[in-house]
């Protein structure tokens, strides 16, 4: 899974496999994290070389204190990083409007019918997606013209998955 991670205003790629490897920024370094107790006091593996630091979560970024410093970070992974882009883009007002996959994933759920009127916001399709759900929102005001898809199947990034007008 790839990361944007955010270190007092400086951006950061991060990407980490299931061999406990993580890449930042093309590098690939060899990381352990643990938490110790109940604390938010965290141990930190790199290379084999030991750190220690104390971690709060806040509404939208995480708070570390490393080595006497306080660092503000966010972390958007990119499953995050696609529906927040998919949020902010413009939508005709009027028209036939295909609703695509923003992300490959499976169908688990279409809360909409033919010929409901929708309105904007209201849940059109939930995708499964790497264990995760995702809610993909009326983009307007419309009725539902088509629905290309049924509960079960897998669909891949950016397939038309239901069409408003």
Same mark, same amino acid.
């Given at each position: ?9 400086? /951006? ?107 309105? /904007? ?45």
């Amino acid at each position: 899974m790839r990361y944007e991670v955010i270190v007092n205003n400086q /951006k950061y790629t991060l990407e980490v496999n299931q061999e406990g490897k993580i890449t930042v920024d093309g590098q690939e370094t060899l990381v352990e994290f643990s938490r110790i107790g109940d604390s938010g006091l965290y141990l930190l593996l790199v290379n084999n070389e030991s750190f220690e630091g104390l971690v709060e979560e806040h509404e939208d970024l995480w708070q570390v204190v490393f080595r006497g410093n306080l660092y503000d970070v966010q972390v958007n992974d990119e499953r995050a990083q696609l529906m927040r882009g998919r949020a902010h883009m413009s939508v005709p007002d009027s028209g036939e409007l295909p609703v695509k996959a923003p992300i490959p994933g499976l169908v688990i759920n279409i809360p909409v019918e033919i010929g409901q009127e929708v309105s /904007k916001g209201d849940n059109l399709v939930i995708l499964e997606s790497m264990k995760m759900e995702n809610e993909l929102k009326a983009p307007r005001d419309g009725r539902v013209e088509r629905i290309n898809v049924e509960v079960g199947n897998s669909v891949e990034q950016h397939q038309t998955l239901l069409v408003l007008v």
